[in-house]
């Protein structure tokens, strides 16, 4: 079966940081994009970034560029959003997928979701 | 980035009603467009793939097409679990995008 397990999510005041993880089982980890998406409250979809399947390409939306890292440990099945710099517009329950090819670019999408772990940034 | 529009942004409709959801990229995206349905306080999922390859699990009544600029969402007879939101999103490019999103509510 498989599983996505998000967590590091919490409140955090503007300007700090938060490292979400994301622990995958029931799949062959190194052979699959992890991706991440991000719901705001009330509000639709956002993807934010995305990993191939070797680490070797990171990818990012415009919004979070330059402040959010992707990164992942294929010996630990894990994949990690450092979030830096955070702004009350990143408030979201974010959600980690793993992407039905290895690549990102041409992808066909996310076969399978965690159930979130929600950021929250206020003072 | 690509954006993506989708039409209607929401609709009201009847068990066993068709159901027919547009989405459109501002340019093309081939054929790298993907549906997925969301209920309140749950994950997306994903239904359909690359325009119209239906995920292993879903109802033949959920149906897929388009290319290029152009894509459809159709429900064919909408049951009692259909009632939700729906959203295209497209990989054609290393920025994925989600349209706005289209909610399916009783009418």
């Known amino acids: 079966e498989v599983l996505l397990l998000e967590s590091g999510g919490g409140l955090v005041e503007p300007g700090g940081s938060l490292r979400l993880s994301c622990e995958a089982s029931g799949f062959t980890f190194d052979s699959h994009a992890m991706i991440w998406v991000r719901q705001a409250p009330g509000k639709g979809l956002e993807w934010v970034s995305g990993?191939?399947?070797?680490?070797?390409?990171?990818y990012y939306a415009e919004s979070v560029k330059g402040r959010f890292t992707l990164s992942r440990d294929n010996s630990k099945n894990t994949v990690y959003l450092q979030m830096n710099s955070l702004r009350v517009e990143d408030t979201a329950l974010y959600y980690c997928?793993?992407?039905?090819?290895?690549?990102?670019?041409?992808?066909?999408?996310?076969?399978?979701w965690g159930q979130g772990t929600l950021v929250t940034v206020s003072s | 980035d690509i954006q993506m529009t989708q039409s209607p942004s929401s609709l009201s409709a009847s068990v066993g009603d068709r159901v027919t959801i547009t989405c459109r990229a501002s340019q093309s995206i081939i054929n790298y467009l993907n549906w997925y349905q969301q209920k309140p306080g749950k994950a997306p999922k994903l239904l359909i793939s690359v325009a119209s390859s239906l995920q292993s699990g879903i109802p033949s009544r959920f149906s897929g097409s388009g290319f290029g600029t152009d894509f459809t969402l159709t429900i064919s007879s909408l049951q009692p679990d259909d009632f939700a939101t729906y959203y295209c999103?497209?990989?054609?490019?290393?920025?994925?995008?989600f349209g706005p999103g289209t909610k399916v509510e009783v009418k």
């Open positions: 997928a793993r992407g039905r090819l290895f690549a990102v670019p041409q992808g066909w999408g996310t076969d399978f």
């Open positions: 990993i191939a399947g070797s680490g070797s390409d990171t």
């Open positions: 999103q497209q990989s054609y490019t290393s920025l994925w995008t």
